[in-house]
């Protein structure tokens, strides 16, 4: 039995010590080393990298064998032997082609790609902000929902003992069976919104769980301190200045800009024909048996000076050009409305004033023993409790509000704290 009892304590103590939870600073690590959404992203980087290698290659020269004879006439002169008893019949020509390209075109290209893969790391930039915005305000939400259920519960508890009590005491006829009825039925209705806070839980907790990968991870690893870290606010005129400077939709809307002015530049230089630089070779075709020659090959640019392709990328660029203002006006007008709900939020919750130290349970135990003391009716007990209850709720509510309301400003600001 004693072996068996030292068995078990090892075992609770080996348990305890590699029971691991998780801080907001823990989950936010495991959201960058696992989300895999975050991470397919990042190859995107990786294919615009190589799009800009591929765009700095110089094109392939071009090789013809041409006019090759597979028979001679008997007009045919002999030529001198190629390899061995080979070549006093053939005939044969041969080309090497290289297109020059003219307007620093493969330059222009290049800086394309390079627009568009920085492009594609604003993009990567914004979703790493924008899924751990959602991962930390799905962390606070939780943190709210178990204090509400915290409360709840021990209402819940208060409640359930009272029940007892009444139904003992209206078995006994002391009390109106009515009584203990209405008790019956605020303990309904608690344990149903204490139902429905564990469904909000596992909501926020299953959103933790897809943006952190982490493999087992149970609701209870979900570490809270007793406060969640208060956020330092800028004044509004530096919280504007950031935000039009870091903003990724802002700043994907400038690189956009700066692609359709890059395509632009592109085509107009497409306007200047390339050139294709010759080398002949032709055995037995002329009045030289081994004729060497050099050549130039160009487009006249009579009827296409590619006019539409211009048009067309002009168009793009002012088009870029109005969705950014757009968007910039748009998000100045979304972070008024946000700071403006968050000054109405921090004005009520200052006014709230610093709360009693006194525990809830300490409370309710306090007022059902006045009520069992028949020195408070029970209308009176069930009007304190439920508006005590529900201005605490409120309360966290308030709070929980505000923090998301800061997280949608930080987002916003593109900054990050």
């Known amino acids: ?38 991470l397919a992203e990042r190859y995107e980087i990786d294919r615009a990298e190589a799009a800009i290698i591929q765009e700095r290659l110089w094109s392939n020269p071009s090789l013809t064998i041409d006019n090759v004879n597979l028979w001679t006439n008997s007009t045919f002169e002999k030529q001198p032997l190629l390899i061995g008893n080979f070549g006093r019949n053939q005939q044969f020509a041969l080309e090497l082609e290289q297109l020059i390209e003219t307007a620093s075109k493969r330059r222009k290209r290049v800086k394309v790609r390079e627009s568009e893969k920085l492009n594609q790391e604003l993009e990567v930039e914004a979703l790493l ?21 915290t409360i709840l519960a021990e209402s819940i508890a208060a409640y359930t003992e009272l029940k007892e009590i009444y139904a003992k005491q209206s078995e006994k006829q002391l009390i109106p069976v009515a009584s203990f009825y209405r008790i019956n039925s605020e303990l309904i209705g608690l344990q149903k919104e204490a139902l429905a806070l ?75 024909p390339d050139l294709n630089f010759l080398l002949n070779y032709e055995r037995g075709g002329n009045v030289m048996q081994n004729f060497v020659g050099i050549g130039l090959k160009m487009d006249i640019p009579i009827f296409n000076r590619n006019t539409g392709n211009i048009q067309g990328a002009r168009h793009a660029l002012q088009s870029s050009q109005r969705m950014y203002e757009a968007e910039r006006v748009a998000l100045e007008h979304q972070i008024q409305s946000l700071l403006q709900k968050i000054a109405n939020l921090k004005q009520v919750l200052g006014g709230m004033g610093k709360p009693a130290k006194t525990s809830v349970t300490d409370l309710l135990r306090k007022f059902s023993n006045q009520l069992n003391n028949q020195q408070i009716t029970l209308l009176e007990y069930l009007d304190f409790t439920q508006s005590y209850r529900q201005s605490q709720i409120d309360l966290l509510d308030w709070e929980e509000e505000y923090m998301v309301l800061l997280e949608e400003l930080d987002f916003l600001m593109g900054t990050g704290h």
């Open 1 to 38: 039995m004693k072996k068996v009892f030292l068995i078990s304590l090892f075992y609770c103590c080996f348990q305890s010590l590699w029971a691991q939870t998780y801080t907001l600073e823990a989950l936010e690590k495991a959201f960058l080393e696992n989300n895999l959404l975050l």
């Open 129 to 149: 902000l924008s899924l751990r915005s959602e991962l930390r305000k799905n962390y606070k939400q939780l943190f709210y929902t178990k204090k509400q259920s």
């Open 198 to 272: 564990k469904e909000e839980e596992i909501a926020y907790f299953h959103q933790i769980a897809v943006l952190t990968q982490i493999p087992n991870l149970q609701l209870e690893d979900v570490y809270f301190s007793e406060e969640l870290p208060s956020i330092f606010l800028k004044s509004n005129e530096e919280i504007l200045s950031l935000a039009k400077e870091h903003n990724l939709s802002l700043r994907l809307k400038k690189s956009d800009i700066s692609i359709q002015e890059n395509e632009l530049a592109l085509a107009k230089s497409n306007r200047v």
